[in-house]
């Protein structure tokens, strides 16, 4: 099911709000949530209600890097989910106090889960710092921006993605583990599962990029390719591309094999972040 991670949160300067119910009219495709809501319940075997608000979470830390990822001092992006980006929309500073914005919220969410425990909540709250901070989200965007106008081998590419993209994905897996009360060894195959999912989906990203349109994509087309930034494909070319998000699936859906059928709607949704057309 869907989450609401705007529903929520109120602001009391209007035109911060507006920007809010803008960004609230297109939450996006929600895969990090569904696959913290996912990997609770099939650790637990059964509906997880404290999933859904950290898959909230979650989802307010993504647009958060959204927003800020479209800046002009960034990659200064019009288009994002099918309508113009935040700044554009508004104006940079606001898009910059959304996006703190959405970061602080989501912390919030998560401390504000009583059917959680506070050493459950205090787990979730360090597992999402360090995967959007310095050793994961903004590090990896960092690498990124300095490997603009240079050739990047396919180690490098995937060290800058693992944290760039993949970290907030394994900590998305993670958190619904933690939710559902994962042992140590449960919780080590999932994240596992995760990292090569969250490669796998950049690979793919890095493909559509080069062959969706703008309209399919919701966001601009060819733009790693005008920025003159190494990506899978100018690495290994389309084709190879390919292959490498297909053997990234494989290795995802092999780090399941110990739940056994349980783990289907998880195998489901794998398939879906990696056989997609946005």
Known sequence: MPVEPFN??????PRLADALTYLAK??????????????????????????????????????YSLVHDDLPAMDNDDLRRGQPTLHRAFDEATAILAGDGLQAAAFQRVT???TLSAEQRLEIVRLLSVAVGFNGMVG????????????VNVASLRDIHQLKTGALIAAA??????????SASQRSHLVEFAQAIGLAFQVM???????????????????DARAEKSTYVSTLGLEGARAESDALLGAALEALTVFGEAAEDLRHLAREMVHREN
């Open 173 to 182: 897996a993670e958190t619904g583990a933690i939710c559902g009360d994962a």
């Open 112 to 114: 504000d889960i009583e």
């Open 205 to 223: 990203d890095d493909v559509l990029d080069v062959t969706g349109d703008s309209a399919a994509l919701g966001k601009t087309a060819g733009k």
């Open 8 to 13: 929520w949160l109120t602001c009391s300067e």
């Open 140 to 151: 990896g965007q960092a690498l990124d921006l300095a490997a603009e106008h240079q050739a």
């Open 26 to 63: 297109q939450p996006g495709k929600q895969l990090r949530s569904r696959l913290t809501l996912t990997c609770a319940e099939l650790i637990a075997g059964e509906h997880v209600p404290s999933a859904v608000p950290v898959g909230e979470a979650i989802e307010l830390l993504h647009t």
